[in-house]
């Protein structure tokens, strides 16, 4: 039997992941869509036969024909709809981030941890990229000895409106918090960050670039530049310093054209191009498992790790200090 998916939150991620489930993944099918808008929630079933559109997350997740929930709503609205859904013990994708907040994030892997099993697969989508994997395979490999440096960059064409500074890095650094600590099997210990010139392209309150600092448990040591108005298109990429040689992923790839003169390609214009494929096989994975009734990925411990970084980010935007971050200690469940 398929998995009968509830999907929460009809914005862009939300329709990007039903209109996924409806055409690319096996094994699933979108059972209802939930907004707090009845209109966008019907306009985004409106090629899916069967589907019902609601307005309220609990009414979907008390459906029999439910078994499955996906929460693609802003984060600060995660929580309530986690702790509803692990009441019915039910697989649970939920976009990132898990919640907003250490402490509301902490709560979440409490209530699971009481569940006593994985419930949670948390929506960092760039483990399942092509290149990560690739680049988390060389360094778990350690035939370039060992890593030593991460430089990430992530830029954004535009930020849509509301998206205020602490979004910087709750939103979209968070993906670097998550990626760091993929890569090293570390937590992050310290964050700072620098503000530097602004791009007059940055809307009211918003201080964009910035530059973010990291450290891991091993002394690791990354940094990101978040510049989310960069007007040229969406670009994610690292470059990674070993002992041996340096590795980068996602900058420029292919078609690479010569012509009138010329040579390049294109750039992609959002993450739902960028990450399409990854999206694929990551929402595809969480099928897979959940028909098994199992879950995998990112956990709710690196939801709420990445939090905790969020917020030790969120501290340094305003400090200019190095901030610690400190963790609680991690469940055997997560281990
Ligand atoms: C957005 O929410 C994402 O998750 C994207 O991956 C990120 O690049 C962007 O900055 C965020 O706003």
């Known amino acids: 039997q398929n998995l009968r998916v509830a999907v929460i939150g ?21 059972a209802a869509v939930v907004d707090i808008d009845l209109d966008r929630a019907n ?11 609601l307005t309220d997350a609990q009414a979907a997740l008390d459906n029999p024909d439910i078994n499955a929930v996906l929460i693609a709503t802003p984060g600060f ?29 902490w709560k979440v892997v409490q209530a699971e ?3 006593g099993r994985k419930r949670i697969q948390v929506g960092f989508m760039r483990r399942y990229d092509a290149e990560y994997a690739q680049l988390g395979n ?28 602490e979004m910087l890095i709750n939103d979209s650094v968070v993906h670097e918090f998550d990626a760091v600590r993929f890569f090293t099997g570390e937590e992050i210990t310290s964050v700072q960050v620098r503000m530097g010139k602004r791009t ?5 309150g918003q201080h964009d670039p910035q530059h973010v600092l990291l450290e891991t448990e091993s002394g690791v040591l990354a940094d990101v530049e978040i510049y989310v108005n960069a007007q040229y298109g969406y670009e994610v990429a690292t470059q990674a310093s070993f002992e041996e040689g340096v ?23 959002g993450f739902e191009e960028r990450f399409g494929a990854a999206y694929d096989v990551e929402i595809q994975a969480w099928v897979d498992a959940a ?25 340094a935007q305003k400090t200019g200090g190095k901030v610690t971050v400190a963790l609680n200690p991690k469940p055997a469940l997560y281990n």
């Open 291 to 315: 028909l098994k009734d199992e879950i995998g990925g990112p956990s709710a411990w690196d939801g709420y790790a990445t939090a905790a970084c969020c917020e030790a980010g969120v501290e």
């Open 77 to 105: 609205l995660h929580e309530e709809i986690l702790h509803a859904a692990l009441v019915k013990d039910i697989p649970i994708l939920c976009e990132k981030p898990l919640t907003p907040d250490a402490e509301s994030a």
């Open 43 to 53: 306009a985004a079933i409106a090629d899916i036969p069967g589907a019902v559109a």
């Open 113 to 115: 941890e009481k569940l």
């Open 247 to 269: 590795v980068s992923i996602g900058s420029d790839s292919g078609p690479y054209v010569r012509t009138q003169g010329r040579w390049g390609g294109t750039v992609t214009p």
């Open 138 to 165: 060389i360094i778990r490999s350690g035939e370039l000895g060992e890593l030593l440096v991460l430089h990430h960059q992530h830029r954004n064409p535009a930020t849509p409106p509301g998206f205020t500074n």
């Open 10 to 30: 009809a914005g862009r991620m939300g329709i990007d992941h039903i209109q996924r489930i409806h055409r690319r993944i096996h094994g699933a099918e979108v």
């Open 200 to 204: 007059r392209n940055a809307p009211e």
